[in-house]
């Protein structure tokens, strides 16, 4: 049973909102009754109130979110996440709840400046204030990106300092182009894990007083995309994440050129000799329009653990190793975009790539030789070979690929007619001829 003033709290809380479903109904029906321990999104500690968790519950912003949520004088975790706050401002008295160690406000629209009585909230683990739209859908759909609003700005970012328990941060979506600081803040997050700062318009510009040294050398996954970086920011800062990275996205931002022997993230195998860095964690790798010049593809042989290699759309020549194939463990891999002409690609690229289900190599002119008899190993979802060279005549081992949903080997330089199988085959599946 919980306290009678924390269950009046609540519903004065429940008042200032406006609660509604498809249905016409919302989602707090069961918030009657003495135990408000009993309510939905509801836990409890004893006779206090410890989360309250109300992501997606169709909330409606009626007005001013009610202060009553102070009472709950345990709360440490407050989920208020996928509703519709109509662009209100964070209330200040959030950062009151000083025993709160998760804070999620995603995709709730809120809007303007975010509070800095957020710096407050010293036990706070987790906090989530991104919003936007899904990477899948920026990845696939590049005009989107830098074109839609950021509901929340910051002028700077010294209230986060302040902050030194947090493991997971996201800011996606924010308008930080005036936080020059953000450097610094993060190297003040010693326990900072996870950091999402996608299409945030950072900012490049480094202070020359600003350390270089990053003591966050915690960070597994870093999420930079969509901002407006240059290599000469960003590489020198990275140079001490990489005890522990996992995933690094630096995708669509403004990198030239090669990536420095001096980078130092041998996880990456962002170094010219990758035999003796110890590169088995990484297990996502997008480096998508960096325009790199260099053929780092043949440096990815000793990341056992890779996943996912997107290095499409760069500025990649050269070779291809046949050690690409024995990345068991390769799921995805995008080389399209990249300038590989004359560029022979075999059997033995594919050798033990068993689990791969996205190959893209549109674009990028490579020449395809398999034996008419090859039955590759993998079974795709996703097979992009446009303007590749893989004729003249029909390759047989699509046969093999029944579970292929997207299809694109137009201008594949394939003189042959079309077989029979391939409509009985193909028939449903969107593709490009």
Known sequence: MCKESERQALLDFKQ??????????????SWEGKDCCAWTGIS???????????HGKFLLAAGSISPSLLKLQYLSYLDLSENDFNGSRIPEF????????????SHANFGGPIPSQLGNLSKLETLYLGDGVSDSLLDNNMNFHN???KLFSVGNLEWLSHLTSLKDLDLSFTNLSKASDWF??????????????????????????VSLVNSSTSLTDLYLSGNYLTASAIYPWLFNVNSN?????????????????SFEICALGFIQNTSSCKSDSIQQLRLAEKQLTSSVVNEMANLSSLSVLDLGYNLLNGTISESVGQLSNLWTLRLGGN????????????????????LDLSYSSLTLKFKSDWIPPFHLGILFLCSCKLGPRFPEWLQTQAGIVALDISDAKISDSLPIWFWDLFGRVRYFL
Request: hydrophobic fraction near 40%; proline fraction near 5%.
């Open 184 to 209: 610094q803040v993060v190297n003040q997050l010693p326990f900072l894990e996870n950091l999402a700062m996608r299409e945030c318009d950072l900012p490049s510009a480094i202070s020359s007083s």
């Open 147 to 149: 074109k839609f609003p």
């Open 245 to 261: 990275l996992e995933f690094l996205d630096l995708s669509r931002n403004h990198l030239k050129g090669p990536i420095p022997e």
């Open 94 to 105: 959030i950062g009151s709840l000083k025993n709160l160690t998760h804070l999620d406000l």
């Open 16 to 29: 200032s909102l406006q609660l509604v479903n498809q249905s016409g109904f919302h989602d707090l029906s």
């Open 44 to 54: 409890c500690d004893g006779l206090y109130v410890e989360r309250l968790d109300l």
């Open 339 to 358: 300038s590989l002409d004359n560029v022979v690609i075999s059997e033995a690229h594919f050798s033990n790539l068993t689990k791969l289900i996205e």
